[in-house]
Structure formats: C-alpha cells, structure tokens
C-alpha cells in the first residue's frame, strides 16, 4: 500500500510541475503561436522584431515552409505594387520589405549556423 501511495505522489508532483512550466514558458511547438509568448530572461519566447514573427511563421516550422511565407509576402508588399499609389503608401511598403528581407535573411542565418555545427 506504501509503494501505490508512493507512486501516486510521484504522478501527482509531476502533473502540478508540468502545469507549472506551461503556466511560466507556455507550450513550445505548437503550431501557429500566439501572443502570449513573451522574451524573458530565460531565453523562451519571440521578442516584438522576432523574424519568425514577421514572416508569421513557426520557429519548428521547415525550411520549404518558410520560404513559401516569405514568398507571399513578397508578392503581397513589394514596392512595385504600390508605384501609382503614392510616395507615402510606397514609402510603408519599401519599409516592410525591408523588413521582411532582414527577417528572411537571419532566419537563414541562423538555420545555416545551426545546421553547421551538426
């Protein structure tokens, strides 16, 4: 009866900390994130110029995945688009492709530095 007991407290110490990690750092890897994800101090989470955020993708996600996003993007913001449109609303869209290219470009970065040391 001890050992049942014991092994009753085990499962239930286990639960209570699991719930504790999900309530502090939030379930990592599921898809299509929300934004309840914060940076903190232990290095979990997206900051507001996280480049998977801006190309509203996944971290987990692969690479023909994120290629496809930043495809779309593309299409969707390119500043070319906006030529007949206004100097101001030409301005907006130079600035987001600015900004999806620099996102592109350190997701590359770092999956080519990951994948390096591998």
């Known amino acids: 009866m001890e050992i049942v007991l014991t092994m009753f407290r085990f499962i239930i110490m286990y639960w209570v900390l699991g719930k504790i ?13 929300s934004n309840n994800y914060s940076r903190s101090g232990t290095g979990f ?3 507001k110029d996280d480049p998977y955020k801006v190309l509203n993708v996944s ?6 995945e994120i290629e496809s996003a930043y495809k779309k993007l593309v299409l969707q913001f390119h500043p070319d688009k906006t030529l007949n449109m206004g100097p101001d609303l030409r301005k907006l869209s130079e600035n987001k492709m600015k900004e999806i290219n620099a996102a592109y470009d350190d997701i590359k970065k770092q999956r080519k530095k990951y994948n390096a040391k591998f």
């Open 21 to 33: 990690f999900q309530f502090l750092f939030g379930r990592i890897g599921r898809s299509g994130y």
């Open 59 to 64: 971290p987990f996600s692969n690479d023909s």
């Open 45 to 47: 989470g997206f900051t």
